[in-house]
């Protein structure tokens, strides 16, 4: 059994990974380079890759910027580091980048009737401050049905599945299951800069520094702050 | 008003974009340099965006040869040639890319949804040899549903269409249509090779020609054949 897993290098989607792996797939991994503001997290993606020992790492490169839209496209955008953790549950943010979700979705898609994979694996979570139209169950829903729709296995009967097993998790339940599946966050990114050591005060960090600490764990990534 | 419109450079998605100008938008176009097998299509597509007067044209570029799987992407598989016109519409063809039209439809949506467009207009065709899953009703009915809920726009009410003028034509209805909205057919390419002139061999090359024909019309682009 094959499965296609997207893989940022953050914290979702390496849980993700190592879910697909406990699940019992032949993992093939695929990551964006879409000229985002840093490509840090793609490493990570790379090196989580490597490590899990998937079968086969595709990294597709295009270009967001060229119409931007979003602060992680553009960089006249600022960054968000100040919004209430509350707050950011009620809005969609300006780290939202316009239909990225399904753009990763459709290359997944591709990569997976290519190779004949059963299910595609994405980290969205629909809880814990997202405010992302692209991460919620109804969206999946449609996507699922252009799954079925818009391919030939499909029409055949042999629809791509999405999975999505972290939809309807907390960060801190993700933070629990990744722990039992062993995944190495030392290794993962989740900070909006691409420095050496992760920020820690970019909303980004403080939702993963909050969780750990919720837990009363130690995030055992290094961080400047 | 504004509409994105998906221009290839071929007959069909000229028809489209002239039909966009027709119905009064402001016309953005966007087309793709996925690697396919040649460049040809894709100046097509330039110079007649050009001459229609565009507000602003996109040339998206990714590679679909890193997975390949299909007669486009891929010169080891070889490209149909001397296909029964009655077989073409029974069975998917080998120049099937897997999800292309789901990251066409994908990267316009992102586009869209950046400069505030209303809709996007796509040039598929469900008749006339179209074995291509994404090329159906209820294919671009699901893609509507994405567009509705993977966007912020969307989510607030304002989702942006999907526009298929063409989606139940013949063939002969559409160069009907695009003579009567002044399309420059010298201009298109339909043809799967990449040459000077047109190779008049090719599956893509014999259903337009065979449309011209059944009009009693002469195509005014230059043939080999």
Redesign the interface.
Known sequence: MKAVILLSGGLDSSTVLYQAIADGYNCHTISFDYQQRHRRELDSALAIAQKAGVVDQ?V?????R????SALTDDAIELPQKRDLEEMSQS?PVT????????F???A???A???SAQCVYIGVNALDYSGY??C?P??IQ??Q??F?????Q??EGQSISIKTPLIQLKKTEIIQLGNKLGVPWELTWSCYQGDDVACGVCDSCRLRLAAFGELGLKDPLAYAK
Request: charged letters at 25%; hydrophobic letters at 40%.
């Open positions: 595709q597709v490169k295009f270009d967001l060229q119409w931007g839209g969609i939202y980048v316009p239909a990225r979700n399904t753009i979705l459709s290359f898609l591709a990569y009737e290519t190779i139209p692209d919620r109804d969206y449609a996507m049905e252009v079925r729709l818009g391919t030939k499909g029409r």
